[in-house]
């Protein structure tokens, strides 16, 4: 895009800004809603692909740490592909072929695990975009696949009828590969300055080139695909972004207002005043309810966001204790995939997915559409709170449990149902929850029934149950309809 086109692009941003509803200061931004589809869907896969899969060592954070003398990835490299000066990150590019990616493969796959949204990453760190922009000729239709990888998945998630977002690590670029300017590197070549560039210091803060250049990225990237989830890494936190989010958000809110689809923005830290955007925690959780909606991203792999040979995979057990964790507190699970560089995805991280979708196929009534209750839950496992903190834990036993909430229609009456997961499933077949006690603080009122999910709308088989001033203890049958964790639903006075 020439220097004329960009200076067009930037008025109309600004244009678009001043005619809309939205504009950019925060007060404004106040006008923003959380949309349905969001606050509902509460599961959502991330994807982290990119020419760093190729590589495939370490993480998804090699084309910064194989500049970086004294790491194992910069060991690994000269040892594997030579010195940096002779075969550099933009070296990998041609063996990033997607040959065997199949779009709509994919979407099927997420449909399967029950996910509602669909986010991948459209740039990351490394600078390489993985959508056909005209800001840029690094990018994956023009180099590498030579196919709009973001676009073809657009459209194949839709065709699912899921949500489509996308995330953008732009911010992060400024200081990425900056390691290579300490020796004789690739980076120092000026042919490649306008894919490796800026690599300047992380103490410094971005200069309004680069600060233009993201909102711009951003915006194309809004106007291309019409994302309804647009999902911002930490380092947007910077003071110097704040007035380019600002304009960024008035422009993307603004757009969705003339598509008429409710959008959201993902963001870290207090990147983003309350009110205005989706709060995001990175690898962890939160200890308690918290009043606006929020958000939990992490992985399948504890080691890394892409693929690596020897991934270190959670359990599924474990995937779905969080997401049930995280939805008893009002948030949403955002869980990241890597596939190969050739688009194929591992059998571990289809395994996964497949064991959630089963899951949430027999208890997803008690995930989707619900809101938190009076409490969260009850059980012995400490869940600690913030980022990076998801694999302190221990497994959650069948002691603990998370409460859900969802409104009812039934004979023209509303009321509300009450949901308990116990996070494993009881050896005995007793599930004993304290929390509903009889004349429980939570819960004063007569329980009904208690049913347990099957999957089936509106056949939930009846247990046998009784309430007494310890705890509301449940038989459970010995052939339940799903692993890892079990569903009861639960119909009583005041919930």
């Keep these: 895009m020439t220097g004329v086109d960009r200076r067009e692009r930037r008025d109309a941003i600004a244009q678009a800004n001043a005619e809309g509803r939205f504009a950019p200061t925060w007060e404004s931004l106040q006008q923003w809603r959380l949309p349905d589809w969001y606050q509902d869907g509460k599961f959502g896969i991330f994807i982290h692909w990119g020419v760093y899969a190729v590589p495939a060592f370490g993480n998804e954070w090699y084309p910064r740490t194989m500049y970086l003398e004294g790491t194992p990835e910069y060991a690994h490299h000269r040892e594997t592909y030579g010195d940096q000066a002779t075969f550099g990150y933009k070296d990998f590019i041609p063996q990033f072929t997607a040959s065997q990616f199949d779009a709509d493969a994919w979407a099927a796959l997420f449909r399967r695990a029950g996910a509602q949204f669909v986010v991948p990453t459209a740039e990351h760190h490394d600078g390489f975009p993985l959508y056909d922009s005209a800001l840029t000729r690094w990018n994956a239709a023009q180099m590498g696949p030579r196919r709009d990888l973001i676009g073809e998945l657009a459209e194949a998630v839709r065709r699912q009828s899921m949500v489509f977002g996308v995330s953008s690590h732009r911010a992060e670029h400024w200081w990425f590969l900056n390691g290579g300017n300490a020796f004789d590197s690739d980076v120092r070549d000026p042919e490649f300055a306008d894919f490796y560039g800026p690599a300047q210091s992380e103490m410094l803060p971005p200069n309004e080139h680069f600060l233009e250049d993201w909102l711009l990225r951003c915006c194309e990237i809004v106007d291309r695909y019409q994302p309804q989830l647009f999902w911002f890494d930490w380092w947007i936190e910077q003071p110097v972004f704040a007035p380019y989010l600002q304009e960024f958000a008035s422009y993307y809110y603004n757009r969705a207002d003339a598509w008429r689809r ?234």
Aim: proline content about 4%; aromatic content about 8%; cysteine-free.
């Design 262 to 495: 409710g959008v959201a923005i993902n963001y870290k830290f207090d990147a983003f005043p309350a009110g205005t955007a989706v709060f995001d925690v990175e690898r962890g959780q939160l200890a308690g309810i918290r009043e606006e909606f929020w958000q939990t991203d992490t992985a399948v792999a504890k080691n890394s966001w892409g693929y690596t040979e020897g991934n270190d995979y959670k359990a599924a057990a474990d995937l779905i204790g969080d997401l049930v964790d995280i939805v008893s507190k009002n948030g949403a699970l955002l869980l990241n995939i890597g596939p190969r560089a050739d688009g194929t995805i591992p059998d571990e991280d289809r395994d996964r997915l497949i064991a959630i979708g089963d899951w949430l196929r027999v208890n997803g009534e008690a995930i989707y559409g619900t809101r938190p209750w009076r409490t969260f839950g009850e059980g012995p496992t400490e869940v600690v709170a913030g980022s990076f903190a998801d694999t302190k834990r221990q497994s959650f036993t069948a002691q603990d449990i998370r409460f859900t909430a969802h409104e009812e229609i039934t004979a023209g009456e509303r009321s509300r149902a009450l949901y308990a997961t116990a996070l494993a499933i009881p050896e005995d077949r007793t599930l004993r929850i304290a929390t509903l006690a009889e004349g429980a603080e939570h819960l004063p009122g007569a329980v009904t029934s208690v049913e347990l999910l099957t999957g089936v709308r509106d056949q939930y088989p009846a247990l046998t149950w009784e309430r007494t001033s310890e705890a509301l203890v449940v038989t459970l049958p010995d052939d339940l309809p799903s692993q890892h964790a079990v569903s009861v639903k639960i119909r009583a006075e005041g919930v």
